[in-house]
């Protein structure tokens, strides 16, 4: 199952059991504009986020290690305690953990994948951020 088109990039994958689209949106933070595409599901207590897709762009995003910088900052994350591995993005260097994955397609424009691990495993991360790359396929 595809997820369409965000932002110049086409979302190639979407593993059985997550929710529906939940919404779309644009936000700004510290000079680095999102494009951001949510699936989400309905529980008991409200709703929960099952996959984020987020296109980043801003001049800030020099390098992969600029989007990781980025990252820890924007999800108030400890930079030297999150464990990510390198992976080959057919865009472009990135990075993956248990979670998201996220990678530079140019200086200044980047990609973040991120996923509920309760829902969606490693391996279907992986393919979801390897489905995902620019342009109409």
């Given at each position: 199952?595809?997820?369409?088109?965000l932002d110049g990039f086409h979302i190639g994958f979407?593993?059985?059991g997550i929710g529906e689209v939940g919404?779309?949106?644009?936000?700004?933070?510290?000079?680095?504009s999102f494009a951001t595409r949510v699936w989400e599901r309905q529980v008991?207590?409200?709703?929960?986020?099952?996959l984020?897709?987020?296109?980043?762009?801003?001049?800030?995003?020099?390098?992969?290690?600029?989007?990781?910088?980025?990252?820890?900052?924007?999800?108030?994350r400890d930079g030297g305690a999150w464990e990510l591995a390198d992976f080959a993005h057919p865009d472009g260097p990135g990075l993956i953990g248990a979670a998201e994955a996220f990678w530079l397609v140019?200086?200044?424009v980047a990609v973040d994948v991120l996923v509920d691990p309760?829902?969606?495993d490693a391996g279907a991360l992986r393919s979801i951020a390897d489905g995902m790359v620019r342009g109409v396929r």
């Amino acid at each position: 199952m595809s997820g369409g088109e965000l932002d110049g990039f086409h979302i190639g994958f979407l593993p059985p059991g997550i929710g529906e689209v939940g919404s779309d949106f644009a936000s700004e933070w510290e000079d680095v504009s999102f494009a951001t595409r949510v699936w989400e599901r309905q529980v008991e207590d409200g709703y929960r986020v099952d996959l984020r897709v987020h296109v980043l762009r801003g001049e800030r995003l020099t390098d992969l290690g600029a989007v990781r910088a980025f990252l820890a900052d924007y999800h108030e994350r400890d930079g030297g305690a999150w464990e990510l591995a390198d992976f080959a993005h057919p865009d472009g260097p990135g990075l993956i953990g248990a979670a998201e994955a996220f990678w530079l397609v140019e200086p200044g424009v980047a990609v973040d994948v991120l996923v509920d691990p309760e829902v969606v495993d490693a391996g279907a991360l992986r393919s979801i951020a390897d489905g995902m790359v620019r342009g109409v396929r």
